[in-house]
C-alpha cells in the first residue's frame, strides 16, 4: 500500500546542477501537483497535471519543469539549481476534480543548492 | 488578494483543550481544509468545510464560518501524538488550495 512515493529523499547540489524528482502513485488519481515548502510559508504550488500529458503552471513555476507521460508519474526537473530553490518539496496526489482539496502527500524530497 | 492568517505556534497541556484559529481571504471560496504535518513528515488530511457550523470527527473537529470567513480546529483530549504543524487551507473559485503558514502545537506533560 505504497500510496504516493518520492525520490530521492534527499539531495545536495552544486549551484548549476540539474536533477529531477521523481512522483509515482499508485492509486490511479488524475491529479497530481508539486509543492514546495519553505520555513514560515504555507504551501506553494509549483505545477500541476490534471491527467496524463497534461502539465500546468502553479504559483512558483520559474526554473522548474515537469512532465506527465504516464498516469502514475509526475517528474519534477530544475536545470540550473539556484540557493533559492533550497526546500522541502511534495508531491501530491487527488482523485477528481472535485475532491481536489484532499491532497495524498509524498514523504517529501530535501533539497539544498549551496 | 488571496491570504490564510493563523497563530505562528501555540501551547497547550496534555488531557486538555486547544482551538486553532484561521481566517481566510480567498477569490471566490470552494472549502476550507485542515491538514496535520508531523515534524519531517507529509502532511495528512484532517478535515473539510464548505457549508458553515461543526463538523465533529472523533477528538478533532472543525468549524467554518463564511460569513467571517473564519474557521477553526477543535482538538480536545489532547495527546502528546498531538504535537504537530496544523495546516489551514482555503479552496478559491478555481479550485487551487490557498495555504496557511501552519501552527506548531507544542503539548506539554
Known amino acids: 500500500n505504497a500510496g504516493v512515493t518520492q525520490t530521492p529523499k534527499f539531495r545536495v547540489l552544486k549551484t548549476g546542477q540539474s536533477m529531477t524528482l521523481l512522483c509515482a502513485q499508485d492509486?490511479?488519481?488524475?491529479?497530481m501537483y508539486w509543492y514546495r515548502q519553505d520555513p514560515g510559508m504555507g504551501l506553494r504550488l509549483i505545477h500541476y497535471?490534471?491527467?496524463?500529458?497534461?502539465?500546468a503552471k502553479g504559483e512558483v513555476p520559474d526554473g522548474y519543469n515537469v512532465s506527465r507521460l504516464k498516469k502514475q508519474n509526475f517528474l519534477l526537473g530544475l536545470e540550473s539549481a539556484a540557493p533559492s530553490q533550497t526546500s522541502v518539496y511534495f508531491c501530491?496526489?487527488?482523485?477528481?476534480?472535485?475532491?481536489?482539496?484532499?491532497?495524498?502527500f509524498g514523504e517529501g524530497s530535501r533539497l539544498t543548492v549551496l | 488578494g488571496q491570504n490564510i492568517d493563523q497563530p505562528t505556534e501555540m501551547t497547550a497541556t496534555e488531557g486538555a483543550i486547544v482551538q486553532i484559529n484561521c481566517t481566510y481571504q480567498?477569490?471566490?471560496?470552494?472549502?476550507l481544509f485542515w491538514y496535520q504535518q508531523h515534524a519531517g513528515e507529509a502532511p495528512t488530511f484532517l478535515s473539510y468545510?464548505?457549508l458553515d457550523g461543526l463538523e465533529e470527527k472523533g477528538r478533532f473537529s472543525s468549524f467554518l464560518s463564511r460569513s467571517k470567513g473564519y474557521s477553526y480546529l477543535l482538538l480536545k483530549e489532547l495527546q502528546m501524538k498531538d504535537s504537530a504543524s496544523y495546516l489551514c487551507?482555503?479552496?478559491?473559485?478555481?479550485?487551487?488550495?490557498?495555504w496557511g503558514a501552519g501552527t506548531k502545537l507544542i503539548i506539554k506533560p
Open positions: 497535471s490534471v491527467g496524463e500529458g497534461t502539465t
Open positions: 468545510n464548505v
Open positions: 487551507a482555503g479552496m478559491d473559485s478555481n479550485y487551487q488550495l490557498i
Open positions: 501530491a496526489s487527488s482523485l477528481l476534480a472535485g475532491d481536489v482539496g484532499e491532497l495524498f
Open positions: 492509486m490511479n488519481h488524475e491529479y
Open positions: 480567498t477569490s471566490g471560496f470552494n472549502g
